[in-house]
């Protein structure tokens, strides 16, 4: 039997889906707000990227970024963080605190509550002189996201699985870059960013979840019903992706750096989302090709010929793609290429043992049972199922998985399309 | 053996040593499905000089205890990992300063995982020709962390920060240096440092005692064997080895990182984490979010969200970290030493406090992951410490630690400085064999 627990859901009355799990797991509370907007335009992505980060530098009762921290400290040291993150063809603002809990400290005050208050003040109370944001947070804001945009490229992994998506996707919401762009940072900065961040907060899906040791479910929903104020008119839905099922950009593109080892990344299409039949089926292939260390390309590519440190895939599961990524030298690319277009041919023909299907299927099964042990998986899985219009329980999720038939396999290998090679190549002396 | 209530932080904890002289620790964690264990052999990438009873010296090239944590894997019929895979497990390893560490994560298959973890580590067959084939495997992990400008910067500082503590090299060792290894160093290498007396196992999740400890203390009947060499460290100056280096790399800007080094004045265990702890706290009111100083100099644009700041003491060596991704080089590292100069003219016991309570609210949150907590329990193993104690240290500390402490490492002592600056950017487009 899992040891795990579920979340309850709730509305609160202006329309804020909340939802609290109440399990004695943790030593922390976590408290998590995403605000779900589509991917719609660099210049849309832009704005919505600069927003948490404009929020994090003030608000009302924290007028500055000191302000913040210093409330934050004297909550034993909670843990704040704001992104901005992409699934599907979602942009999500991402806001989350995790909070010590007040059963080991002697405080006469409900840290949990105060850590509610504390979100709900940096998210719906900003910081704005004039009607606007205070413009040195938007610099400040701007000034941050055009350097992370920059520094992708710092790390040589997360530069070529970005760009093997963005080729892949080409003319798709999928390839704008969570962050957005320096163009897009450009065309808006005379826009009022507070106008438009009011329209966010009243017309967007705005998720909520509460996971921890907490007095009750209850408790927790009435305090922030009653405390979660604000004037909402939700229009927008939850998922905004588009599938495309034809005409896919098929390309095969290297770029130079002042590297010392090639970066491969290496897209495939698959029409199988979350509440697609076949979903069950595709995360097991994922497995059999490239999810884990017993999977068909670590064994070829890094156990048997030595080709590699790494190679892995990972699922994307609300836009329907497969990315493989792996470490080589240049000289290898051709055969690293031949190998994986075995590996798909593979699994296509049925040259599946029975071994790796039971292999990959434990392997999944152990995956969803300790993801309930890590309060921030939790929420992760739980919102992925949300966008997709799928709620399961891990015990479904767990019980599908066993149901997968070798045929589904097949299926889902005979869906797939491989689209698109990145590759990323030591270049010559820039000088 | 020593069974221990930690109410106060609602934690068990069970100690006991084998016959054999294996140290076993079980942490029970009823509510997890997760069931993790975890070999620890003491011996990390620090460990490469032997002296024998006659006095001769052995030593062994660098990088070769995480090699032998790759082979370890590779080196029999049938590949290591399928043995868990088969069972729903998961198996991994990596190899630390002072430890290699061999672990695997299950949610069923407890006992039979722990077999073959054991089995796997303690039956190691080598073989030339897999030998060979790992050699191509490190060399692509060693050429894959070259590219990374955060683990450049550390290496760069750890060299500069020393003359000789083998904890200046590269854990992975060189292209050049894992070439030397042969089946017979690493059977050498093996028979030294794998003793059963030499590793601890930590064992955390939902698991039942009985049948654990009654296999355990069947296999590990057999008394300790008699050891004819120890383990030689280098002598450490208390100076830093070069004060500036610079170098190049396909960045966005550029990165800089001060270090200071701790004088080897190597105190008892227990002092060590304390100092541990207190040079942290130390660092967190200097350059912490909350106070001034983090705030002057990112409102001076010398600073951003990318500041970082740590001290890492291990066995024998101590050092503290400031990293920072600037255009303004120099302007920055002055001004960052200046912060750290200045420390004992704005001292504050409120602050302190509040730092207090922060690392007490840092010390619950890590007890959520398993894996933290295993990492964190080999670290305070090392030092014959117990992670649950740490809360009572954090206590104890006082503001007279910090002040003293500052006075020692950072006070007008001369850091390194490391400055990666950014290649001219230069990213073109080639098509390649087009489809």
Redesign the interface.
């Given at each position: 039997m899992?040891?795990?627990s579920e979340f309850n859901e709730y509305k609160t009355k202006n329309d804020i889906d909340l939802y609290v799990n109440k399990?004695?797991?943790?030593?922390?509370n976590y408290i998590h707000l995403d605000i779900i907007r589509p991917l719609s335009d660099q210049n849309e992505v832009s704005k919505n990227a600069l927003i948490p980060y404009i929020l994090y530098r003030g608000s009302y009762k924290y007028p500055?970024?000191?302000a913040i921290?210093?409330e934050?400290?004297?909550?034993?040291?909670?843990?704040l963080n704001v992104s901005v993150a992409r699934r599907g063809e979602n942009q999500l603002l991402r806001f989350s605190i995790?909070?010590?809990?007040d059963k080991?400290?002697n405080s006469k005050e409900n840290l949990t509550k105060k850590a509610i208050d504390f979100l709900y003040q940096l998210v719906f109370n900003p910081f704005v002189v004039d009607e606007k944001f205070k413009s040195d947070y938007v610099n400040k804001g701007r000034?941050?996201i055009s350097?992370k945009i920059?520094?992708l490229?710092?790390?040589?992994n997360s530069y070529v699985i970005e760009r093997c998506y963005q080729e892949m996707c080409k003319d798709e919401k999928f390839s704008l870059y969570t962050l957005g762009t320096q163009k897009g940072l450009y065309n808006t900065r005379s826009d009022n960013l507070y106008t438009y961040y009011r329209k966010i907060l009243k017309e967007s899906p705005i998720e909520v979840f509460v996971i921890g040791d907490i007095n009750s479910e209850e408790d927790i929903y009435n305090y922030i019903n009653n405390n979660y104020k604000y004037d909402r008119d939700r229009k927008l839905p939850l998922n905004n992706t588009v599938m495309k099922t034809d005409h896919f950009n098929?390309?095969?593109?290297?770029?130079?750096?002042?590297?010392?080892?090639s970066r491969l990344g290496v897209g495939i299409r698959v029409p199988i989302t979350r509440n697609h039949p076949l979903y069950f089926a595709l995360t097991v292939y994922n497995g059999i090709l490239g999810g884990?260390?017993?999977s068909k390309l670590f064994?070829t590519i890094?156990?048997e010929k030595?080709?590699?440190?790494?190679i892995n895939t990972r699922l994307e599961t609300t836009k329907g793609l497969i990315l493989i990524n792996a470490?080589?030298?240049q000289d290898d690319y051709s055969t690293v290429k031949k190998i994986i277009k075995e590996k798909l041919a593979e699994i296509r023909e049925g040259k599946v043992s029975k071994?790796n299907i039971?292999?990959t299927k434990?392997?999944l099964?152990?995956k969803y049972?300790?993801l309930?042990?890590?309060?921030h998986s939790v929420v992760n899985a739980f919102l992925l199922g949300l966008i997709n219009g799928k709620k399961d329980s891990l015990n479904f999720v767990i019980n599908s998985i066993k149901q997968v038939k070798k045929e589904d396999i097949i299926k889902v290998a005979k869906m797939v399309q491989l689209t698109t090679y990145f590759?990323l190549i030591p270049?010559s002396d820039?000088? | 053996m020593i069974f221990k209530n930690y109410d106060?932080?609602?934690e068990r904890y069970f100690q006991k040593e084998l016959k054999a002289g294996l140290k076993v620790i079980l942490i029970p964690r009823d509510?997890?499905?997760?069931k993790h264990a975890i070999l620890s052999v003491n011996a990390g990438s620090v460990d490469l000089k032997l002296k024998d009873s006659k006095g001769g010296m052995i030593n062994y090239p660098i990088g070769i205890a995480h090699f032998m944590e790759h082979i370890l894997f590779?080196n029999r019929e049938g590949?290591i990992?399928?043995h868990f895979?088969?069972?729903?497990?998961?198996?991994n390893a990596y190899t630390g300063f002072n430890n290699t560490n061999y672990y695997f994560?299950?949610?069923?298959n407890f006992l039979q995982s722990l077999k073959y973890l054991l089995g796997f580590i303690l039956k190691p067959n080598f073989d030339q020709q897999r030998i060979e084939?790992?050699k191509?495997?490190?060399k692509?992990?060693i050429?894959?962390y070259?590219?990374?400008?955060g683990w450049q910067s550390f290496y760069q500082l750890l060299q500069s920060l020393y003359f000789e503590y083998p904890i200046k090299y590269n854990i992975a060792g060189t292209a050049e240096s894992i070439e030397s290894l042969d089946k017979e160093i690493l059977e050498d290498f093996y028979q030294k440092y794998y003793r059963i007396d030499n590793m601890t196992l930590i064992m955390i999740g939902?698991i039942k005692h009985d049948p654990v400890l009654n296999y355990l203390s069947n296999t590990f009947s057999v008394g300790k064997k008699k050891r004819d060499y120890k383990k030689v460290y280098p002598v450490e100056p208390d100076q830093i080895q070069s004060a500036q280096k610079e170098l190049q790399?396909?960045?966005?800007?550029p990165i800089i990182s001060i270090g200071y080094k701790e004088r080897s004045n190597y105190s008892q265990k227990s002092e060590i984490i304390k100092q541990d702890i207190v040079t942290n706290m130390l660092l967190e009111m200097i350059f912490?979010?909350?106070?001034?100083n983090?705030?002057n100099l990112?409102n001076s644009?010398l600073i951003?969200?990318n500041f970082s700041f740590n001290y890492m003491r291990e066995k024998n060596t101590g050092f503290a970290k400031i990293y920072a991704?600037t255009v303004h080089i120099d302007k920055t590292i002055n001004a960052l030493i200046e912060v750290l100069n200045k420390f004992d003219k704005d001292v504050n016991l409120h602050n302190f406090k509040?730092?207090k309570?922060?690392?007490?609210?840092?010390f619950?949150?890590s007890?959520?992951?398993?894996e933290t907590l295993s990492s964190q329990i080999i670290k305070y193993n090392n030092l014959e410490q117990n992670y649950f104690n740490l809360i009572n240290t954090i206590e104890s500390i006082k503001l007279d630690d910090l002040i003293k402490q500052h006075s020692l490492i950072f006070n007008n002592r001369r850091p390194v400085k490391i400055i990666i600056n950014n290649?001219?950017?230069?990213?073109?487009?080639?098509?390649?064999?087009?489809?």
């Open positions: 899992i040891k795990t399990t004695d797991k943790f030593k922390t500055t970024n000191q921290s210093r934050l400290d004297k909550l034993f040291g909670a843990d995790e909070i010590i809990n080991f400290i000034t941050f350097e920059l520094s490229k710092n790390d040589k098929y390309v095969e593109l290297a770029e130079e750096d002042n590297i010392s080892q884990f260390s017993h064994n890094r156990k030595g080709l590699a440190y790494y470490g080589i030298n071994e039971e292999w434990k392997k099964i152990s049972e300790t309930s042990d890590n309060n590759l270049g820039p000088n | 106060k932080i609602e509510k997890f499905n997760k590779e590949s990992i399928d895979s088969r069972i729903g497990s998961s198996v994560n299950t949610t069923n084939h790992e191509n495997v490190i692509q992990e050429k894959m070259k590219d990374s400008p939902d790399m396909s960045i966005s800007r912490g979010k909350s106070n001034d983090y705030h990112y644009e951003d969200e991704e509040i730092v309570n922060k690392y007490i609210g840092r619950y949150r007890l959520n992951s398993i290649i001219k950017d230069k990213l073109r487009k080639t098509p390649c064999n087009a489809k």
